[in-house]
């Protein structure tokens, strides 16, 4: 992907997406490092792609190409590298904490934080809600979860954002940032084994220590993922659900006048716009064809979930962000067996999130420059920079 190939695509995402779901179902692209990959676009090959065994997670599976973030191997033995049946055997290891009853416990909680954030919030007439909000409330409650001291989840995010968003005039900051996360993970796990405490964190070092059920690379690559997916996903799910309805507002008053509205407005953003715009990365354990274009054992494949939400022959009107739809299928949380394990966690953040501050900003309003706000650079995902809101006029 040249640099005027990616300038485009972070412009108009979903009119590049279009224009190669359109022309066919599976495009060689070269990534902005120079790898080359295949890359699905159309809503019922990504969604077979999904749950495809042909596909692996596995990076021994990669006759080369992109392979994604370059781990040490006490990060890289994760969920989003692996296969039945080690998928299978950790997933089940925390699985249980994010049951959507489970996770309904927390609402009181980031209730409580949600209001305690806006209340600082509320001194000032404009606030950006990412860096006052959403990312705060995210990390407050992966912190409860896990049983972690805010500072810990504040370093990662810093070190994350390193990773997903590299900046362009210093090439080795993600390796920095690697190194870092994987010294800090490395004394957290010390810490908890000095003083476990009831959380989650505390479980998962049980289940390598007491029951052996997790090796020591596996352990500290399951709490990298934890945190980082933890929040990740919900402070961008707030901020993209946020924009959506800002940017509409007669929508807006619908959400803050029906409740009931706000799933309806969570799953359109997920479909609409995605944060994740691709899949995590797969290699082709075969060789394998897609109408008449060939994808070669070894290649490897990404998937556009940006692109297959909004396919016409799936969704009438793609294009359009509506609340009330009486279809619309959408992987903006996956699907098959690496369905994200967070889902009930973001999707309970973020309707707390939104209800909390429609309840008590009524007059919200967008506070950016006319072509603002500001996305993140980055291939892999449609995050905000910022996203600055007027609280009062």
Same mark, same amino acid.
């Given at each position: 992907?040249?640099?005027?190939?990616?300038? &485009?695509?972070?412009?108009?995402?979903?009119?590049? !997406?279009?224009?190669?779901?359109?022309?066919?179902?599976?495009?060689?692209?070269?990534?902005?490092?120079?790898?080359? *990959?295949?890359?699905?676009?159309?809503?019922?090959?990504?969604?077979?792609?999904?749950?495809?065994?042909?596909?692996?997670?596995?990076?021994?599976?990669?006759?080369?190409?992109?392979?994604?973030?370059?781990?040490?191997?006490?990060?890289?033995?994760?969920?989003?590298?692996?296969?039945?049946?080690?998928?299978?055997? *950790?997933?089940?290891?925390?699985?249980?904490?994010?049951?959507?009853?489970?996770?309904?416990?927390?609402?009181?909680?980031? #209730?409580?934080?949600?209001?305690?954030?806006?209340?600082?919030?509320? &001194?000032?007439?404009?606030?950006?809600?990412?860096?006052?909000?959403?990312?705060?409330?995210? *990390?407050?409650?992966?912190? #409860?979860?896990?049983?972690?001291?805010?500072?810990?989840?504040?370093?990662?995010?810093?070190?994350?954002?390193?990773?997903?968003?590299?900046?362009?005039?210093?090439?080795?900051?993600?390796?920095? &940032?690697?190194?870092?996360?994987?010294?800090?993970?490395?004394?957290?796990?010390?810490?908890?084994?000095?003083?476990?405490?009831?959380?989650?964190?505390?479980?998962?070092?049980?289940?390598?220590?007491?029951?052996?059920?997790?090796?020591? #690379?596996?352990?500290?690559?399951?709490?990298?993922?934890?945190?980082?997916?933890? !929040?990740?996903?919900?402070?961008?799910?707030?901020?993209?659900?946020?924009?959506?309805?800002?940017?509409?507002?007669?929508?807006?008053?619908?959400?803050?006048?029906?409740?009931?509205?706000?799933?309806?407005?969570?799953?359109?953003?997920?479909?609409?716009?995605?944060? &994740?715009?691709?899949?995590?990365?797969?290699?082709?354990?075969?060789?394998?064809? !897609?109408?008449?274009?060939? *994808?070669?054992?070894?290649?490897?494949?990404?998937?556009?979930?940006?692109?297959?939400?909004?396919?016409?022959?799936?969704? #009438?009107?793609?294009?359009?962000?509506?609340?009330?739809?009486?279809?619309?299928?959408?992987?903006?949380?996956?699907?098959?067996?690496?369905?994200?394990?967070?889902?009930?966690?973001?999707?309970?953040?973020?309707?707390?999130?939104?209800?909390?501050?429609?309840?008590?900003?009524?007059?919200?309003?967008?506070?950016?420059?006319?072509?603002?706000?500001?996305?993140?650079?980055?291939?892999?995902?449609?995050?905000?920079?910022?996203?600055?809101?007027?609280?009062?006029?």
């Amino acid at each position: 992907m040249t640099t005027a190939a990616m300038d &485009a695509l972070l412009a108009d995402p979903h009119g590049f !997406y279009a224009t190669l779901r359109e022309s066919g179902p599976a495009h060689q692209v070269t990534l902005p490092d120079g790898s080359p *990959i295949w890359l699905l676009t159309r809503y019922e090959d990504v969604r077979a792609a999904l749950a495809d065994p042909r596909l692996s997670l596995d990076k021994r599976n990669s006759s080369g190409g992109w392979a994604g973030f370059s781990l040490p191997p006490r990060l890289d033995a994760n969920l989003l590298n692996m296969d039945a049946p080690d998928h299978t055997r *950790i997933r089940r290891l925390v699985a249980p904490a994010f049951t959507p009853r489970r996770v309904e416990a927390l609402r009181p909680s980031i #209730e409580r934080t949600a209001n305690d954030l806006l209340d600082r919030l509320a &001194a000032d007439a404009e606030a950006d809600l990412l860096t006052g909000y959403a990312t705060p409330l995210s *990390i407050a409650t992966i912190c #409860e979860l896990l049983g972690l001291p805010d500072a810990d989840a504040d370093r990662m995010r810093a070190w994350t954002n390193t990773l997903m968003s590299p900046p362009p005039d210093d090439p080795k900051a993600p390796a920095r &940032a690697v190194m870092a996360i994987e010294g800090f993970l490395v004394d957290l796990i010390r810490r908890k084994r000095a003083e476990p405490t009831d959380d989650l964190l505390t479980a998962m070092i049980t289940a390598h220590d007491a029951d052996d059920r997790l090796s020591e #690379e596996e352990l500290t690559s399951l709490a990298f993922l934890t945190i980082f997916a933890g !929040y990740e996903n919900s402070i961008n799910l707030i901020g993209n659900c946020v924009l959506a309805l800002l940017r509409r507002p007669q929508l807006l008053d619908d959400v803050r006048e029906d409740a009931g509205l706000r799933r309806a407005a969570i799953d359109e953003t997920l479909r609409h716009e995605p944060a &994740a715009q691709l899949s995590i990365r797969r290699f082709a354990r075969e060789d394998l064809t !897609y109408d008449s274009v060939a *994808i070669p054992k070894g290649a490897t494949v990404l998937l556009s979930l940006a692109a297959a939400n909004r396919d016409p022959s799936v969704v #009438e009107d793609p294009d359009e962000f509506r609340l009330r739809r009486p279809s619309a299928p959408h992987l903006g949380l996956g699907h098959g067996p690496h369905h994200c394990l967070g889902a009930a966690l973001a999707i309970l953040e973020t309707d707390v999130a939104v209800g909390e501050l429609l309840r008590r900003f009524p007059r919200l309003t967008l506070a950016e420059a006319p072509d603002g706000p500001a996305w993140r650079r980055s291939f892999r995902s449609r995050s905000l920079a910022t996203l600055r809101v007027a609280l009062k006029h």
